[in-house]
């Protein structure tokens, strides 16, 4: 039957491909003579997927290219709500952590120093905390999700794909924007963004802001409860742009952010499930979503994050020289309630929580711009950094324990892809990277205390070496001048890692590696009409997972690697323009990812009370991966008419979703659901000013968001149910 899906999906590819020649032959004068009109609706998208300015239709991999009008238009504002207009992406929050899925690759294992293995860049530059992978978007310029291994350019932890982010430079002209909007759950925003000159030509400056606060959308059932926070959330950004000559350009940044949330800390207990029933017989136990009753020192997520870089860019004769040197830091405190119940006795279970990341970077790039078949990008990347629990404090009804555990991390890479045009309509491109990393355990554990005092130095652990080479070729042909077929074959490699957590061992787990095949379309088959198609299959070796369990009554983690898995789907990317006044576009993306021997995993089950959970071993061969829904679908809407003497723009977009397991024996799943977002706005003319209306998850559907499943409960914490309010932009 899978083979039978797969067949099915390689002949849609073929059909695909075959219609594409047929329209082209029935319509290339449409095609070569595109209007005004057409081109700003179905713009070709320049990108840097390849580390060069380009064509997103001549890069032969899978990307989705949003504009910063289009995240304007959806209502994104920020990283996590890039799903609903990504086919093949999830974003799934594990407590404090947000752990990107792409194509149904993901990891389980949380803490400092634990990567991601989707790499999320902000202006090129690797962001490694995955307690700051959800982070506010106020000036963004453009977003690229790269899809399938990003091995060779973007290098360790980059095996599901990669997320560019990319925000607006400073410019030679007076620039700006503005945004308030206000909603139900007291929702208020308000962002901005000015660039200015300082010296016409030579020097450029830009500022930019964000602010966000509500309430909580969660229902506090205790009756003489604390209250609960909602989100409170600020960031300040400022550039200085300084063009030295004609051909080199710096870019200094840099940032600080302060963000307050507790959407993925809050939750209940799935069915009642809390070892909280035990510990005191007057527990209130939440049984429904969005219900919680927390003890009385629950304390929501708070991350502060600072970040600097600078950019150095030199354009030569024949190519560009491109420096960017990062550092960044990210601190994390709270208190989770790990029993996701109320024990008046004061007897639960929770987590203090006190962790830090900081990473130094350094890369150094040369893309060639050279006349004739042949060009190329050569690079070098290094980074320097650590993470660490300072401390991790978790206090049971008979046991408190701070644990104080550090990761140090050292990594070198060499790389370089070639491109060669065989032909006007054939072209060939080889890379290679060569990866180099070093990671090293320190730490101590103190028992009766959840808050001990910083030790002196950390005992020293472990430390372990790998290196990788991840090759990339991909071979392109253009049907049309405006449609190219492609089939690339790329590994992608992510670090191996060390359990933060667990500091009485060394508990590794070894880098895991993807082999990924893919075969895809891209191209306008008219004026109208404009598809991105692809089919792929992956080869995932070596899974990295974490195991949560009990050790003398403490619940704690470790990592492991599973043996293989492997990956087949198709997506489709389509857009058509019926006219000026109304274009549609669909996305819709299929997945069979199944695990193929993962004999090693274990599971936590109930207890027979359901108070709480048994880790028990498991065989999760054969099982669907987790986070990883079979379908999902997305289609937008737009309307465009003049009326009142200014322009009326009206959004309407359908996601729909499969169901979602979050644990290894598929026991917590999220069923699959539909959500409708909504949005009209009216452009005065030649005011800058626009008014809209808006309303996300009309549909009210309240799903789960993210789980933490540990021996004390089956916690379970949820999406935002329906929201509406007014906007207000204004644009110089």
């Known amino acids: ?40 609706v179905n713009a070709d998208i320049v990108v840097t997927a390849q580390r060069r300015s380009e064509l997103a239709r001549d890069v032969p991999l899978s990307l989705t290219a949003l504009s910063g009008d289009a995240l304007r238009s959806a209502g994104v504002t920020d990283t996590y709500s890039l799903q609903n207009l990504t086919p093949g992406l999830k974003m799934d929050r594990v407590g404090n952590f947000t752990l990107p899925a792409i194509r149904g690759i993901t990891t389980t294992i949380t803490g400092p120093a634990a990567d991601a293995n989707v790499a999320i860049y902000l202006d090129g530059v690797y ?61 208020f925003i308000a962002k901005g963004f000015i660039s200015a000159p300082l010296v016409a030509d030579k020097l450029a400056v830009s500022l930019s802001g964000f602010y966000h606060s509500n309430d909580s959308y969660y229902h506090d059932i205790r009756p003489d409860g604390p209250g609960l926070s909602g989100a409170k959330a600020w960031l300040v950004r400022g550039k200085l742009r300084m063009d030295l000559t004609e051909r080199l350009k710096v870019i200094l940044s840099g940032s600080y952010s302060d963000r307050r949330e507790s959407v993925a800390i809050y939750g209940s207990p799935l069915n009642g499930n809390t070892v909280a029933k035990l510990l005191d017989p007057n527990a209130i136990i939440p049984t429904r979503p969005l219900d919680v009753a927390l003890n009385d020192d629950s304390r929501p997520q708070h991350v502060k994050a600072y970040e600097f870089s600078g950019k150095i860019q030199w354009e030569g004769d024949g190519g560009t020289l ?42 150094l790039n040369y893309a060639s711009d050279l006349d004739g078949p042949f060009n190329f990008v050569l690079g070098f990347y290094y980074t320097d950094g650590e993470g660490a629990w300072y401390p991790l404090g978790v206090q049971t009804p008979t046991y408190g324990v701070s644990i104080y555990g550090r990761q140090e991390v050292k990594s070198y890479a060499g790389f370089g892809e070639l491109y060669y045009n065989i032909t006007d309509k054939l072209s060939v491109i080889g890379g290679l990277r060569y990866s180099w990393e070093k990671r090293s355990q320190s730490g101590d554990q103190f028992l009766g205390s959840v808050s001990a005092p910083v030790p002196a130095h950390l005992t020293f652990i ?16 253009a049907v049309t001048p405006r449609s190219n077929v492609y089939f690339t074959y790329s590994q992608g490699f992510k670090s191996g890692v060390y359990n933060t957590s ?94 193929q021997d993962f004999t090693n995993a274990s599971v936590n089950v109930p207890n027979a009370l359901n108070a709480g959970n048994d880790t028990v071993a498991y065989d999760a061969s054969g099982q669907q991966m987790i986070r990883a829904p079979s379908f999902t679908a997305s289609v937008t809407a737009n309307g465009h008419a003049d009326i009142a003497g200014g322009k009326l723009d009206l959004m309407a977009s359908l996601y729909y979703t499969t169901k979602v397991y979050f644990t290894f024996d598929h026991r917590i799943q999220q069923p699959g659901y539909a ?20 309303g996300k998850n009309l549909t009210d559907k309240v799903t789960i968001g993210g789980t933490f499943v540990t021996q004390v409960a089956d916690g379970v914490s949820y999406t935002q149910p329906r929201t509406y309010g007014v906007q207000l932009d204004y644009r110089f």
């Open 502 to 595: 667990n500091v009485g061992q060394a508990d590794l787990a070894n880098p895991e590696k993807v082999k990924a095949f893919e075969v895809g379309y891209k191209g306008r088959l008219s004026s109208a009409l404009t598809i991105d198609a692809a089919a792929f299959y992956y080869k995932y070796d070596d899974l990295q997972a974490n195991i949560l369990t009990s050790v003398d009554g403490v619940p704690l983690s470790f990592v492991r690697n599973a043996a293989t898995a492997r990956i087949y789907g198709a997506e489709l990317d389509a857009q058509y323009v019926f006219s000026p006044a109304f274009d549609l576009r669909a996305a819709l993306s299929y997945l069979d990812p199944r695990y």
């Open 1 to 40: 039957m899978r083979g039978g899906k797969m067949l099915l999906a390689a002949s849609a590819m073929v059909n695909i491909m075959t219609f594409a020649g047929a329209a082209w032959a029935q319509d290339s004068t449409a095609s070569a003579n595109v209007g005004p009109q057409d081109a700003s």
């Open 322 to 363: 491109t420096s960017i040197t990062a550092y960044n830091k990210f601190k994390l405190r709270n208190v989770l309630d790990a029993d996701y119940a109320y024990t008046p006795n004061g007897v639960g279970v929770n987590y203090h929580v006190n962790s830090y990341d900081r990473y130094f970077s350094q890369e």
């Open 462 to 477: 472990d430390s372990k070496k790998w290196d990788s080479f991840t090759p990339r070729a991909s071979i392109r042909y």
């Open 675 to 694: 959500t409708v977002d909504a949005r009209a706005a009216w452009t005065p003319a030649n005011s800058g000013l626009t008014v809209s209306v808006y």
């Open 127 to 187: 962001q490694p905390a995955t307690v700051a992978n959800t982070f506010d978007l106020p000036d963004v310029e453009r977003v690229e999700v790269l899809k399938g291994p990003q091995g060779t350019l973007f290098g360790r932890n980059a095996t599901g794909g990669a997320i560019q982010v990319f925000t607006k430079e400073p410019s030679y002209e007076l620039t700006g924007a503005g945004t308030v909007s206000y909603g139900n759950y007291d929702d």
